[in-house]
């Protein structure tokens, strides 16, 4: 089953004498269960990809199914009830709110979909032990290391069991050393048969993921296993 379909896709910016495509006819199937990382230089068209992918944005033409749903040209409300209910978001810089503890910011997502108080603490108490932290389930994230707050984003990630996981240069403002912890985590979830798409620059990040998929002036210029 394909999680993320998209076919003929193209994104253009501006009116006038000079529009800019970012996206350029790009074609993408990710099957669910895949581990795909997407590279490219700056300006390559990773980026707009990434935010049609999240449904964060549409496409100027084109098809794009994400999670069995055609979000072509869809509204901005039924948007983020698809990305709320299929897609889970890690970010670089985390996006934590830092007057919450980390229970209630895994729980956020659960506040939009309409959970119970009950089940949302049960729900982020599972996610948050899938991440190795339920001892800091008290602590906000100025209390937390860099590492910590993005297992905390992971676990806010997972908490409403999306079919997608879209992770946006999840290690780029880490050390080495909880850069590698945040990545394994990313290879448990995949075999766990988690899909996941990866936005990166990084080769040695890429090649933790099962296919690489690299964009050139907004196409597909590479798409193989790693």
Not at 192 to 216: F, K, N, Q
Request: hydrophobic residues 40%; contains cysteine.
């Amino acid at each position: 089953m394909a999680v993320v379909e998209l076919s003929g896709v193209h994104k253009i910016y501006g009116t006038g004498p000079d529009p800019v495509a970012a996206l350029d006819g790009v074609d993408l199937r990710i099957d669910a269960g895949e581990y795909v990382a997407i590279t490219g230089t700056s300006g390559s068209g990773k980026s707009t990809l990434m935010h049609i992918v999240g449904c964060l944005d549409t496409p100027t033409s084109g098809s794009v199914m994400i999670a069995g749903e055609d979000i072509s040209s869809a509204r901005t409300d039924r948007l983020a009830r698809l990305r709320n209910r299929s897609i889970g978001f890690v970010f670089q810089s985390f996006n934590l709110l830092p007057r919450l503890d980390v229970q209630k910011n895994i729980e956020l997502p659960l506040v939009y979909s309409g959970v119970t108080a009950r089940d949302r603490r049960n729900r982020a108490r599972e996610a948050a032990e899938k991440v190795n932290l339920t001892t800091r389930l008290t602590h906000r994230p100025s209390e937390l290391s860099g590492g910590q707050c993005q297992r905390v984003a992971i676990a806010r990630a997972l908490v409403n069991d999306p079919a997608l996981i879209l992770a946006d240069e999840p290690t780029g403002n880490l050390d080495s050393t909880n850069g590698a912890e945040v990545l394994r985590l990313f290879d448990e979830l995949h075999a766990s048969g988690r899909t996941i798409v990866l936005v990166t620059h990084d080769p040695a990040v890429a090649a933790r993921a099962g296919r690489r998929v690299e964009l050139r002036d907004g196409r597909v210029i590479r798409d193989g296993r790693t």
